[in-house]
Every structure is written in structure tokens, then in C-alpha cells.
């Protein structure tokens, strides 16, 4: 099983940025595909981003050219740089593997896009 932490989120005016991180537990955290979810209230979680253990990268489309993902595996830790965000950005972040694995869901990060 692969415990997650997610920080850095924080409330930012539109067009500005944010770098989250997420910390992994475990020396199975390199093996496995990870990504950046969120959930916006009302809303079902979707997923933002992923990545491969090569590295090999993947995005929604709403945040194409706006998002980069990446990851440190011998640290256990992958970030998400967020640029140029949007109040539709607005939502609580999570990262998990993908496929999700049910009980590695942490209590995400929240990110608040508004003036």
C-alpha cells in the first residue's frame, strides 16, 4: 500500500501559480503510474494529470499548456506547477496512483483561485 501527503495549495488571485507536492511512503511509490486528482464542490473527482515512472506525461484538457507535472523517484515525491490558474482551478487536490487505489487517498490539498 503507498501512503500519500499533499501540500502547498493556498489561496492565489487569477493568472497566478502554485507548486504542489506530494509525498509518498514506501519504496513501491517508484513503481508505480501517480497523478494529480481534484474535486471541486458539487463536483465529480476527475483526474488533472498523470505520470509514468519514465516519466511519460499526461493531462486534462482543461489544464493543457497551464500545468506541469513531474516527479523525484528517489525522493518519493512528484509536484504539480500550476500557471496561469483560473477560478474554475478551484478545488481540493489529491494525489493517488492511477488506477486509484482506494485506501491511499489523503486529505488533499486545497487550492483557492479568486481576487
Known amino acids: 500500500q503507498v501512503q500519500l501527503v499533499e501540500s502547498g495549495g493556498g489561496l492565489v488571485q487569477p493568472g497566478g501559480s502554485l507548486r504542489l507536492s506530494c509525498a509518498g511512503s514506501g519504496s513501491l511509490f517508484s513503481f508505480y503510474v501517480i497523478g494529480w486528482y481534484r474535486q471541486a464542490p458539487g463536483k465529480q473527482r476527475e483526474l488533472v494529470a498523470r505520470i509514468t515512472v519514465g516519466g511519460a506525461t499526461n493531462y486534462a484538457d482543461s489544464v493543457k499548456g497551464r500545468f506541469t507535472i513531474s516527479r523525484d523517484n528517489p525522493k518519493n515525491t512528484m509536484y504539480l506547477q500550476m500557471n496561469s490558474l483560473k477560478p474554475e482551478d478551484t478545488a481540493t487536490y489529491y494525489c493517488?496512483?492511477?488506477?486509484?487505489?482506494?485506501?491511499?487517498w489523503g486529505q488533499g490539498t486545497q487550492v483557492t483561485v479568486s481576487s
Open positions: 493517488n496512483t492511477h488506477p486509484s487505489l482506494p485506501d491511499s
